[in-house]
């Protein structure tokens, strides 16, 4: 079965620099989530997205911006990179949350290093 | 406040022997999930296990089960029959308000556990 695709799986950026995460939700899922997985941390909620328009934000910095396209994959834009901003960045997808719908659906993550 | 409280940062459990991971979940939404993940040193996020608020029953999946403990606000995950490939990290999480769009998750602090021959 088709899962969610992040690319790229590893990404290396040198501070001030910008990064372009991109996901893949699994077919027919029209609501994306963004969460960001510091070292020895929890995931935390950056945004989603429902029918391409944004339905919920976290703890996002300005520097940070995301969409979802016609097609539904998303990408979230990093400018400005900080070391801070070392992560894993996941993206999930699911069906709207309830009608049965219960899981969300976790891509592979894309490890970011800001060196 | 934290939505989701894991109180164990790591456990060990002897394989075959089965052990407890606890979580405790705070909300105020009648409607809710809770959810187990498991995160293994690769750093992909496996769905385990999930539980509604309105379940009569406690889930379960394989040698997966979860304690749902409504009233104590408890939602710990039990594995039987611990196998050397469970060491992981393990998230609870929690999603509120089914039938809205958001649906974000809350996560807990995880717990480490490690299964020693």
């Known amino acids: 079965a088709a899962g969610v695709i992040q690319s790229p799986r590893h990404l290396i950026k040198e501070k001030r620099e910008t990064a372009t995460l991109k996901c893949y939700p699994i077919p027919r899922h029209d609501t994306v989530y963004w969460y960001q997985q510091g070292p020895g941390q929890d995931p935390q909620f950056l945004i989603s997205?429902?029918?391409?328009?944004q339905s919920d934000k976290g703890s996002i910095p300005d520097r940070f911006s995301a969409q979802q396209f016609s097609d539904y994959h998303s990408e979230l834009n990093m400018s400005s990179l900080e070391l801070g901003d070392s992560a894993l960045y996941f993206c999930?997808?699911?069906?709207?949350w309830g009608d049965g719908n219960t899981e969300a659906f976790f891509g592979q993550g894309t490890r970011l290093t800001v060196v | 406040a934290q939505k989701i409280t894991q109180t164990q940062p790591g456990m060990f459990v002897q394989e075959k022997e089965a052990v407890t991971l606890d979580c405790t979940y705070d909300t105020s939404d009648p409607s809710y999930g809770l959810f187990w993940y498991k995160q293994p040193s690769s750093g992909e996020m496996i769905f385990l296990i999930y539980?509604?608020?309105?379940?009569?029953q406690n889930a379960t999946e394989g040698r997966y089960s979860l304690n749902f403990q409504k009233a104590r606000k408890s939602a710990n995950l039990v594995i039987s029959a611990s196998q050397l490939g469970d060491s992981a990290m393990y998230f609870c999480?929690?999603?509120?308000?089914?039938?809205?769009?958001?649906?974000?998750?809350?996560f807990g602090r995880g717990t480490q556990l490690t299964v020693w021959p």
């Open positions: 539980q509604g608020s309105y379940d009569q």
């Open positions: 999480a929690m999603r509120e308000g089914p039938g809205s769009t958001l649906g974000r998750l809350y």
């Open positions: 999930a997808s699911s069906l709207p």
């Open positions: 997205f429902y029918e391409k328009m």
